[in-house]
């Protein structure tokens, strides 16, 4: 029993060592270049970072991925103003170069277009650079939220990006747990 919990321990330290599904949160204030009523913003999504091209090099130019946003949430004065289960996405981003990194994210759907970019404080270089880049963001950046009726520019106060853990590493957890359990339970 103490050799299968081993066993255990070590596959669940080898494979949470990284989890590439980031939930974002994205909150502001809206207004537009005629009307200087400011109206809360705020956007949520999650995507898989490893969509993401990233070619590792030093580049000032521009490398778009098209990656898969879910569960979209944008609310506008405290309504929705747009939900989607999946959005196709273009994540921009320059680097990493030092002093020259930028990150941006736009997508199109339904009659709607947003956009939000910022300058993340370093420019990233993990075993996942594209999450390593969201998970330290500190400037929360702006954007715009058009429709067919309006466009707004888009001030973002705060920002917080999260790590989803991948469901094998809940299971091997799970697992890790019900077997100490059951030595417990067999003294």
């Given at each position: 029993m103490t050799k299968l919990l081993t066993v255990?321990?070590?596959l669940l330290l080898a494979t949470a060592a990284r989890a590439t599904e980031l939930q974002v949160n994205i909150l502001g204030i809206a207004s537009t270049n005629t009307n200087a009523s400011l109206r809360p913003f705020e956007a949520s999504f999650a995507f898989d970072s490893s969509q993401a091209l990233w070619t590792g090099a030093c580049?000032?130019?521009?490398?778009?991925?098209p990656?898969?946003?879910t569960n979209v949430n944008v609310l506008l004065n405290g309504h929705a103003a747009f939900n989607a289960p999946s959005v196709?996405?273009?994540?921009?981003?320059?680097?990493?170069c030092p002093?020259?990194?930028?990150?941006?994210?736009d997508f199109q759907s339904a009659g709607n277009s947003f956009y939000w970019s910022t300058d993340p404080p370093a420019a990233p270089n993990g075993a996942d650079p594209i999450a390593d880049a969201f998970l330290g963001l500190q400037t929360?950046?702006?954007g715009a939220w058009m429709t067919s009726t309006e466009q707004l520019n888009l001030a973002f106060d705060k920002i917080s990006v999260?790590?989803?853990p991948e469901p094998g590493t809940l299971v091997l957890l799970a697992l890790g747990l019900a077997a100490v359990g059951l030595r417990?339970?067999?003294r």
């Open positions: 255990l321990a070590a580049s000032a130019e521009y490398q778009t991925s990656i898969t946003l196709t996405a273009d994540l921009n981003h320059t680097g990493p002093g020259v990194f930028f990150l941006g994210l929360p950046g702006n999260i790590s989803v417990g339970y067999r």
